[in-house]
């Protein structure tokens, strides 16, 4: 029940702002199984692990702060769009 009620948020959230803006917010998740993994099975990640969540984690991070200095203005994206 909370793991749908976090995808229905999730969903509305990629509905209502900028993907570049949610996506980051999704790697939450990773800290999340990690917490709980550890609670509930007494496991931890190895290093490889831990290297390959800072290779998303800061790809995600870098995109983010890309789209942000490349913003266009409202009216232009809406023109540069093609209509269906």
């Known amino acids: ?3 749908e009620l976090g995808q229905i948020c999730m969903t509305n959230a990629f509905r209502f ?7 980051p917010l999704d790697y939450l998740a990773i ?3 990690t917490g ?3 609670l ?5 990640p190895d ?14 991070l ?3 702060h890309r789209e942000s200095r490349l913003r266009l203005p409202r009216g232009l994206a809406r023109r540069l769009m093609p209509r269906r």
């Open 1 to 3: 029940m909370v793991g």
């Open 17 to 23: 702002a900028e993907v570049s803006v949610v996506a």
């Open 31 to 33: 800290l999340f199984a």
């Open 36 to 38: 709980y993994g550890y």
């Open 40 to 44: 509930l099975w007494g496991e931890l």
């Open 47 to 60: 290093r490889w692990v831990w290297v390959g969540t800072a290779i998303i984690v800061g790809s995600g």
């Open 62 to 64: 870098y995109i983010l």
